[in-house]
Structures are given as C-alpha cells and as structure tokens.
C-alpha cells in the first residue's frame, strides 16, 4: 500500500511568518511530487512540482525533497490570510497511468 | 479560471434520474482523470485515459461510466446512483509522459458538486 502522509493540522501561523508543511511518502521509487492548495469548496490548483534532491523556489513558496528519507516540504514564506486554505502533497510513483496518491492534507490558517 | 472546464458546476439528481458531467480541455493534453472528492478528505481517483483510451478503472461501480470521446472531452455519464455518491467530482488533465525526472503535473476543472436525493 503506497502512503503520503501529512499532519491534519489545523497549522495556525501568524502573518508574515514562515509555514511549514511536511509530507512523508512510503514508496522508495516515487518519482514526481506535487503541492496543491485548496481552498474550501474549491478545486486543487497546483503551487509546485519537484522532482529532484533539493530547494525548488518560486516567489514566496520553497520545495524541498529529501528521497533518501522520503520527505517533502513546502515552505511559505511571508504568510498571508489569503494562504489560508488545504495543502494537498500528492506523490507519482512513475510507470504507466501518472497515478497520483494524495496525501490527507494540511489545513493552514494565516491568522492577523 | 482554470483550462479545464466542467459542467454543470452544480447537479441534483435522484436515485434512478440518468445524468452526465462533462469535462473539456484545450491544452492539448493526451492524459485524463476523473476524481471524487468527499469534504475534508483528498481526491479519490476513479478513472484515466491515456490516447483517449481507458488505462485506469479504480474498481469503480459500474453506475459510473466513463467516455472519452475525443483528445479534449471527457464525460461521465451517471445512472442509478446512491445517496453516498454525493461528492464533488473533479476532472484533470495533463501531459503524458515525463517532464523533467519525473510524471507531469495533473491541473484540475472547478468541479462538479453533485448531490444525490
């Protein structure tokens, strides 16, 4: 059974601080790894994609993979109330049908 | 807005009513995916088409049936549903084969919020 694994939160962070979210992922030959936000009621819209050992930055959002110890993270920097939303890490384990396995997501609030 | 576009947004429909959702992407994408989502949990992956053809049937019950009729349409026709089919239902596109190190990332419609009487 290939498991992504996120804390549920809810992650309460003052605004303009850092977040950080954490992601697990169970099998060994995970290729691709994505972040999704989701705001209530609305659908998954993907923030970042990472694929490779290391810092991925675009704007106020920072990925890091670590496949040697099957963790991923998304780091917000400068948090705003808008940020407030469901972060989704969802992990491609390659092969055919670019199956996606979600993890359970972490509720982030951004409070003022 | 996304580039994936779903209707109807909204949909009511009884035990024994005949319906489809519609998905429609111009992105030249040649990989479709069909979700449910149920509140507060992540989406659930039911169906993929690659090259218009089915590739992936997540042991979904037969009152779902999917149709890919071209490389940017993707319908799923609905029949004799229950009370516990009410989700969102969530369409998704992307690229087939391998961007850089890994699979392409899935962008996804606005949904479809369907309620089952």
């Known amino acids: 059974q290939k498991e992504v694994e996120q804390n549920s939160g809810p992650l309460s962070v003052p605004e303009g601080a850092i977040a950080s979210l954490n992601c697990t992922y169970s099998d060994r030959v995970s290729q691709s790894f994505f972040w999704y936000r989701q705001y209530s009621g609305k659908s998954p819209e993907l923030i970042m994609s990472i694929y490779s050992n290391g810092d991925k930055e675009d704007g106020r959002f920072t990925a890091q993979l670590n496949k040697a110890s099957q963790y991923v993270s998304l780091l917000i920097r400068d948090s705003q109330p808008s940020d407030s939303a469901t972060y989704l890490c969802?992990?491609?384990?390659?092969?055919?049908?670019?199956?996606?396995?979600f993890g359970t997501g972490t509720q982030l609030k951004v409070e003022l | 807005d996304t580039e994936v576009t779903q209707t109807p947004k909204h949909l009511v429909m009884g035990m024994t009513n005949k319906k489809s959702l519609k998905c429609e992407q111009h992105m030249g994408h040649r990989a479709m995916y069909w979700y449910k989502q149920k509140a507060k949990k992540p989406p659930e992956l039911m169906f993929v088409?690659?090259?218009?053809?089915?590739?992936i049937n997540e042991s979904v019950p037969s009152r779902f049936s999917p149709e890919c009729p071209n490389s940017s349409l993707l319908n799923l026709h609905l029949h004799a549903l229950q009370p516990e089919d009410s989700a969102l239902y969530l369409c998704?596109?992307?690229?087939?084969?391998?961007?850089?190190?890994?699979?392409?990332?899935?962008?996804f419609g606005d949904g479809t919020r369907l309620s089952i009487l």
């Open positions: 088409y690659s090259y218009e053809k089915l590739s």
């Open positions: 969802a992990v491609n384990s390659g092969g055919g049908g670019n199956k996606l396995t």
């Open positions: 998704a596109s992307s690229p087939l084969g391998t961007g850089i190190g890994g699979n392409q990332p899935q962008h």
